[in-house]
Nanobody
């Protein structure tokens, strides 16, 4: 499975971006998918995840109410809608496919990772 994250960019605080994650080689439609981010000098942190059918989602506290994860199993895509962006959201964002079908939080639960997309929020 190869994952491709896209949709990052430069946006002003308060703005919005939508990240997309596509898989190739093998579908991830039966797997949980997560988004993680890593800011310079910091550890990679969990952002959000979604179960195989979208029935269960999870968010880190700092993005609750601002970010929404969703998926389109027909198109084999997962999205992260990011609203009310803050400078502290600046990071490289990675999508990953979990070993299981559920919405996982720990990076160790994921077996395939995309290359990352840069999100920069200016103040």
């Amino acid at each position: 499975v190869q994952l491709q994250a896209s949709g990052g960019g430069l946006v002003q605080a308060g703005g919005s971006l939508r990240l997309s994650c596509a898989s190739s080689g093998r579908t991830f439609s039966n797997n949980g998918v997560g988004w993680f981010r890593q800011a310079p000098g910091k550890e990679r942190e969990f952002v959000s995840s979604i179960s195989w059918n979208g029935g269960s989602t999870s968010y880190t506290d700092s993005v609750k109410g601002r970010f929404t994860i969703s998926r389109d199993r027909v198109k084999n895509m997962v999205y992260l809608q990011m609203n009310s962006l803050k400078p502290e959201d600046t990071a490289v964002y990675y999508c990953a496919s979990a070993r299981s079908s559920s919405a996982q939080v720990m990076p160790s639960s994921y077996s395939y990772w995309g290359q990352g997309t840069q999100v920069t929020v200016s103040s």
